[in-house]
């Protein structure tokens, strides 16, 4: 028993191996041939096994090698280059297609009005060389032989508009010709001469519009349906004028029975004692007068309709203003609720953006003042400018030419450090100024190395992240005070701490 169920889950395991295994393969085809597979309809779709035969048949056949690889197991890298042959195939049949469709555009509109005929159906044959026609104008185009592929066109164009004209003529004038040679099995011809000739003149009055004018479809088609009509006629009088046991006056009796029941229904008894003309113009008098009957009847249920449809939009419009009315009553009440309501809203979003307001420039002062408290004023002044915040250190200075911070300074930095700390979010410029002296080029690189000096200072004490802390130097572009004293040139020659505190 034991070893049954082993054999048994062993078999589970055998089969589930197998169906994950075919997932996979299914999903590797699927990934490699189901864009040139789409590709490839796509150009057959524009006709490309015409215009470009040679190309699309190599990429057919490079395709159908690639895929037959991939069912006997070779090597995806071998499979995935001859898909790439494919592809360079499949590029060069889109130029082609472009080149042929310009060159070979009449010879493509015929074949649209051949197939828009049903000339592939009702008459493959030329159709069918017409397409071989257009195959080797496509092939001529694909060599570069411009004067061969105009040839070839010329003769499908010619091939497809004969293959158009058949095909109308076997569709439109067909039943009718079938009618024509059904009447002259039976000698229609011979007993019912006018009749069929009739028949006849009419086919021949469709063919011969048709020939003017292969467009003249609608015009043949009802001369055509005319002429299978006399064609019928004609067989059924036939028919009628074999029968032996009929003598001339049966014949004449047999109409006269049929317009009598004609004539009953129109209200009244024909009279066959007169010429046969009197009870025909009886009967037509009779059909006047009711088709004047029925004019008159469907004048009065026209102007009922109207009266109805009157009274019915005059009903629908007051209905509609009533309506009208009751929304506007509805909307100005809602209005003037959404109002009210509005601008209670606002008042109270008001009332919390000043409050939020004055807790933020609280937060903000209070911030500053303690910034402020850090630093004595002989070491650094604090000012505001809008949303900046600038700390110029006073107190701290540099050997002349030289970006070196001292040690005595380090305390400085430190209480930098700390007001830094306030702002662990904002953007930083360290900002480093000289006075004019000396030359401007040397002044600008010595306050960036001196600029650059402080932020390596506070990166290296981890005061701030190196992505918001920035150095730029200046040199004697911003004074703040007037270079001509000693005190200001001491005061422009300065390091200033510029936070971004919006």
């Known amino acids: 028993m034991m070893r049954r169920t082993r054999a048994l889950c062993i078999g589970c395991l055998l089969s589930a191996t197998a169906m994950g295994v075919y997932a996979q393969t299914n999903e590797l085809h699927d990934l490699l041939f189901s864009e040139p597979a789409q590709k490839l309809a796509d150009l057959k779709r524009q006709d490309a096994d015409l215009l470009a035969p040679v190309s699309f048949s190599e990429a057919a056949a490079l395709y159908d090698k690639a895929v037959d690889e991939f069912r006997k197991g070779r090597e995806v890298a071998q499979i995935r280059k001859r898909l790439s042959e494919m592809s360079d195939r499949m590029q060069k049949i889109e130029l082609t297609l472009w080149n042929g469709k310009t ?30 026609s257009l195959r080797e104008a496509g092939a001529a185009v694909e060599s570069g032989d411009t004067n061969k592929a105009r040839q070839r066109a010329a003769e499908a164009a010619a091939r497809y508009r004969d293959a158009e004209l058949n095909a109308i003529k076997i569709s439109a004038i067909g039943p009718a010709r079938d009618a024509l040679a059904a009447a002259a099995k039976t000698e229609t011809d011979r007993v019912a001469p006018k009749t069929f000739a009739s028949a006849k003149a009419l086919l021949t009055l469709a063919e ?37 046991k009929r003598s001339g006056e049966d014949i004449a009796l047999y109409y006269e029975e049929a317009m009598n029941a004609v004539a009953k229904a129109l209200g009244f008894t024909a009279a066959f004692d007169t010429a046969l003309v009197k009870p025909t113009q009886n009967m037509i008098a009779a059909i006047k007068s009711l088709k004047e009957e029925r004019s008159s009847l469907l004048q009065d249920v026209k102007e009922l309709n109207a009266e109805i449809t009157r009274l019915q939009q005059e009903l629908a419009a007051a209905e509609k203003q009533y309506r009208q009315q009751i929304a506007a009553l509805q909307t100005k009440a809602e209005d003037q609720q959404q109002a009210f309501q509005q601008k209670q809203a606002d008042l109270q979003d008001e009332l919390q953006r000043k409050q939020l307001e004055l807790e933020a420039k609280k937060k903000r002062e209070a911030k500053i003042a303690k910034v ?131």
């Open 103 to 132: 060159l070979l555009q009449e010879t493509l509109k015929a074949r649209e009005d051949a197939l828009a005929a049903m000339a592939s159906e009702v008459n493959a044959g030329e159709f069918n060389k017409a397409e071989a």
């Open 208 to 244: 011969e519009t048709l020939n003017s004018n292969r467009y003249a479809v609608a015009e043949a088609t009802s001369k055509a349906e005319q002429a299978g009509y006399e064609a019928r006629h004609a067989v059924q009088l036939s028919r009628f004028l074999k029968d032996k």
């Open 372 to 502: 402020r408290e850090i630093f004595s004023p002989a070491e650094a002044s604090v000012l505001l400018d809008g949303n900046r915040l600038i700390i110029r250190l006073l107190g701290l200075s540099f050997p002349v030419g030289k970006s070196i911070i001292q040690p005595e300074y380090f305390s400085l930095l430190a209480k930098l450090e700390r007001a830094l700390r306030e702002y662990p979010d904002s953007r930083v410029i360290i900002e480093g100024h000289t006075d004019n002296v000396g030359e401007e080029r040397f002044n600008e690189r010595l306050s960036s190395w001196r600029a650059d000096a402080v932020r390596s200072y506070l990166l290296a004490n981890a005061a701030a992240s190196a992505d918001k802390l920035e150095a730029i130097g200046y040199g004697e572009a911003r004074p703040v005070a007037n270079n001509e004293t000693a005190e200001g040139r001491r005061l422009n020659r300065r390091i200033d701490i510029v936070i971004d505190i919006q």
